[in-house]
């Protein structure tokens, strides 16, 4: 029964995770894209201003963490998602009409907001699905929804704009996002007690895990004394720098392939692709190796490290050797993004559930507001200097306090021994490690 359990809730939620995750990050990253092909050109935009644009979708996204998490926390993730979806699909399709500067403005905002809750809200949708040794495999797969997008979207987007332009492009790539919506209504249940396909005493099991695990973690009264503990404002600065680095590299890689290269948009598209491709690799390895030894900082700060090490030497190539520079961002790319599944397993369990959706929520909207930093400062300084060169080392150097932050992390209690389920679903303590 053990087994049965876990295949079945593995196959039947975690597509259904990772495909609304995938439509997100498509939408939001294809920007880079129309940058590349001359939107900027057509409206009559500033580089300055450009990276401004680029960035706006963060500070929406920013503002709109919390509130989105505590609805999906007391009320529904089904509900918050189905219209989360229907909006940023319309946003995003919009964005393919817009005739001036005006409006392209408002629809990046805009598209932040209506996208903001799905992160906290899908890591709430998995916590009550599956325990703590699984969660971050579960986590990987529902990030694996950014590197796995951005590894087709980049191929296919180059071919879009190539064909038809940086227009048809937002059109075609928003649709799926509204169609994907009415399935998520028909299929997903918020909670495990509310699935036919679950026996009673499947459902049982895994309450009495998932209890178990909550009463081995030290009580927290309210989000107050959440979001003012340590360990919160440490991961809060982690992943503020952290994403420095993600989003800086995500926005603009296909502007600095482009303009480091005589490549048209078709061949920058593959090249773009190749970093999400190892990156991909890197998180499903990363996530196993961190629920099989069940530890989870020393899984997050070496690959960071790599990922600054990598730039840094980018940076010090220059631009005359394109192949190499080329292939030590493939390595960045890829380090920055293994990390993921074993970082978002660390506050489940640290904190209890009634106060770790708005926690991770929090967390999260310091790395949206990291990534309006990344991206608005990559796109300025490409801009002013003619030269990816001094974004590396800004990125270089944004990865490197994250590494620092991450080894002062340490956990607030250990959690005490638990009475294995008996279905064998019971999750061993945490190392804090």
Aim: glycine share 8%.
């Amino acid at each position: 029964m053990t087994s049965s359990l876990a295949i079945r809730r593995w196959w039947t939620i975690m597509p259904i995770v990772f495909i609304t995750y995938s439509l997100a990050y498509l939408d939001r990253a294809n920007f880079g894209f129309a940058s590349a092909a001359g939107i900027n050109e057509d409206l009559g935009i500033s580089k300055g201003l450009a990276s401004l644009i680029g960035a706006l979708f963060f500070l929406g996204y920013f503002f709109f963490q919390i509130p989105g998490a505590i609805y999906a926390e007391r009320r529904s993730v089904k509900k918050l998602v189905f219209w989360s979806l229907i909006l940023w699909g319309g946003c995003a399709s919009l964005t393919g009409v817009v005739s001036n500067i005006p409006s392209l403005m408002v629809l990046r905002f805009v598209l932040g907001v209506v996208e903001a809750a799905v992160m906290p809200a899908m890591l709430i949708f998995i916590s009550n699905w599956f325990t703590k040794r699984e969660r971050s495999r579960a986590n990987t797969f529902l990030i694996l929804g950014n590197p796995v997008t951005v590894l087709w979207m980049s191929v296919v987007s180059g071919y879009l704009v190539h064909a038809f332009g940086w227009r048809p492009m937002f059109i075609a790539e928003g649709a799926p996002a509204i169609i994907w919506a009415v399935c998520w209504w028909f299929i997903v249940q918020d909670k495990p007690a509310q699935v036919s396909w679950l026996s009673q005493q499947e459902k049982d099991t895994l309450a009495e895990t998932l209890r178990a695990e909550q009463a081995a973690i030290k009580p927290v009264r309210n989000y107050g004394e959440a979001f003012r503990s340590a360990v919160v404002i440490r991961l809060c600065a982690q992943y503020f720098c952290w994403s420095i680095g993600v989003y800086g590299f995500v926005l603009w890689l296909p502007s600095i392939l482009k303009n480091g290269s005589t490549l048209g948009m078709v061949e920058t598209g593959w090249l773009s692709a190749l970093p999400y491709l190892a990156a991909t690799l890197a998180m499903l390895a990363a996530s196993w190796a961190s629920d099989k030894l069940n530890r989870r900082k020393i899984f997050v700060w070496p690959f960071l490290l790599i990922g600054a090490i990598a730039f840094a030497a980018s940076y010090a190539l220059g631009s005359t050797h394109f192949w190499t520079s080329y292939a030590l961002l493939v390595i960045a790319g890829a380090s920055m993004y293994a990390p993921y599944g074993p970082f978002f397993a660390i506050v489940p369990e640290l904190l209890p559930k009634n106060v770790a959706g708005g926690a991770m929520a929090l967390i999260n909207g310091m790395g949206a507001l990291g990534s309006f930093v990344g991206s608005y400062v990559v796109g300025y300084l490409n801009g002013a200097t003619g030269s990816p060169a001094a974004s590396y080392v800004f990125m270089s150097l944004a990865l490197v306090v994250a590494v620092l932050l991450t080894l002062t992390v340490k956990p607030q209690a250990q959690p005490q021994p638990q009475p294995r389920a008996s279905a064998g679903l019971a999750a061993t303590p945490l190392e804090g490690k």
